[in-house]
């Protein structure tokens, strides 16, 4: 090789080459087993091989120009010509001739090497690949293999090298593909995901395709490349999670990798079968990779949840200071219910397409958020109520109370997925549900009050307060019909029974009597008034049909004018209520003003006898009389026995 050098000697010779005619046609038919492959005549067998030297230069100038088998074929002469002068040499000690010859096969060794891997490395990213360079490649690799334990033969490990240069491949791949910014582009992230796998499986089906082929079964190329592009985009990713990633962007990159990566748009391809083996479709990310990415997630939605929470208040506010009336479909109708599912539902069904069964969590995280919302409105709006005009403020109470009602309705199609923080919830709701229907009440309460008192004043029994408390429950009754079930129901039965109540216990804190002048007027004002307030209260649809009774005895005792008719009359009252006491009765009885004391005493013995024997209807576990109150007495027979 004249002032040129080569590398160590060839110790094993030509009967160490292995043969590659079993994937390579051109050979399939030469039996000449034992000699190189590089060696033997080029294609078609009319090439002889290298007989004469090359200069150093000659042979790095065949390397660069990546005439790669005539450059190796030289290489190998010149090597087992440095081996052949070697063994001449014997034990004397080599001249300086020879030490350069082998210094200068040791750089054309290792620029042999680096070609060959840039070969390698490029060959997933040129379009078309030369096949044909590749052929050569991955030959001389297997050649040298061979020889990988001959003095000279190099200290790296060529199957090793050949990797590497895969994965440096797979890695400019990777970088290829475009990356914006999100200023560039919003959806950045999930559009860079999205060319990425494209990328990826296009590559693999290039592999599978056409490099594949190029190479010995030995290689186990195509999986060669799917654990590159494994450790390549693992690295990839965690270097796109140090930007500044948002929740869009968390979830984006969550469902590639638990979803879309295995899925048939990527690793799964029905055009990478059967190569793909499913125990190689998964991206192996470190747990504690994974988990940040999760975690980030989670918290990125309970702020979303948060503000969505935050929005709907901010809305329904501004809607009662502009003092817009709720929309009515069947009931007063308030966007916040519909606002809230819809953002349960929008993330759930983003987090179902990551199928990896992370619905519970998101529950939990909406959950815990729906419960601090459900405070702060009840917080909140409490001042609001205050404020509003009637029936203004009646109309959004009742419109909340609805969205309520529908948010404990839709989320039992969650309480499988986690019951006891849904029960949680739920409880909550009722509690917030109740809140605003007792505001509501109490407001009726204290508007029909005066008018309850004004109704039984001097020896009359005045219609006009009782067209007034009439008009009250007209118009909450009105009010009611755009109220949801079930709490409509429960609603109307309270306002039914206060009402009740409240016209019974006028008879027994009133200061005067009927008398006789004016009693026959007075029972039938009493009988056609009670008539009137269970006719309305029926209209209604009240489940407390079981109070009228009341009425109707206490009239009936009222109007009765002996003791033993009384007697009668009280039978029934008891087997109804057996909670009416000797002070219900007494005041009742004063209110009548036609009996004296000592006929007084005797039906109030008879109302003990009746207690000591009880015979009891169906509403015997209802209370009624015990939730009256009554004025104080102080004749001895009203405080005796009961």
Known sequence: MGNSSSNAGDTKGDSSNIDLTKFQKVHKNDNRENEPLLLRAGEGNTCPAESSSLSAMEIHDLIQSTRLEKAYRSFIFERQELKRQLEENGSKTPSMHLKNKEKDLNLLYKALRDKMMSVVRDSNNEQPCDTELLVKVAQII??????????????????DSWKEAVRDGVKAKIQSVTLDTKEQNRAWLAVHLGQLGKAVVEDLENVKNNLKKCYHPSFNVFNTYVDSYHQA????????????????DSYALL??????????????SPTLQPDMCDNIMVLPLEDDFLNQIKEKYWQQLKEVFMNIFRGIINTEQNNMIEKKEPEILDWYHSEMHHDICKALDEYMTRI??????????????????????????????????TDMSEPLC????IAHINSFISIQEYLEKHRATSAEQVEKVVQKMDAEVNKLGQTLMEKFKEKTEPNFKNLMRGRWISDEPFREIMNDIEVLSELCQHMRPPYKQKFVDEMHYFV?????????????????????????????????????????????????????????IIEKKKSEDIKIVLQSLVKDYPDISRKHLRAVLDFSGKLNCLQKWAILNHLDNLHQNPVHAESQNQKFFS??????????CCVSGH
């Open 500 to 556: 009740a109540k409240q016209y019974i216990s006028q008879m027994m804190t009133s200061r005067w009597s009927c008398g006789r002048r004016d009693h026959e007027r007075i029972v039938f004002t009493l009988r056609r008034q009670w008539g009137v307030l269970y006719e309305n209260f029926e209209n209604m649809s009240s489940s407390m049909n079981w109070v009228y009774p009341a009425g109707e005895h206490l009239v009936d």
């Open 142 to 159: 297997q050649e040298e293999e061979k020889r990988e334990k001959d003095p000279g033969s190099g200290e790296w490990s060529w199957r």
């Open 627 to 636: 939730e009256i109150p009554i004025k104080k007495i102080h004749c001895f």
């Open 352 to 385: 179902q397409e990551m199928n990896a069964n992370l619905e519970g969590k998101l529950l939990c995280i909406f959950l815990d958020e729906l419960q601090c919302f459900a405070e702060r409105f009840g917080n909140d709006f409490e001042q609001w109520y």
């Open 233 to 248: 985009i693992a690295q990839h990713l965690k270097e796109i999670y140090q930007k500044e990633i948002e929740t869009k």
């Open 394 to 397: 009646a109309q959004y109470q």
């Open 255 to 268: 469902k590639w990798i638990l979803n879309d990566y295995k899925s048939e748009e990527l690793m799964g």
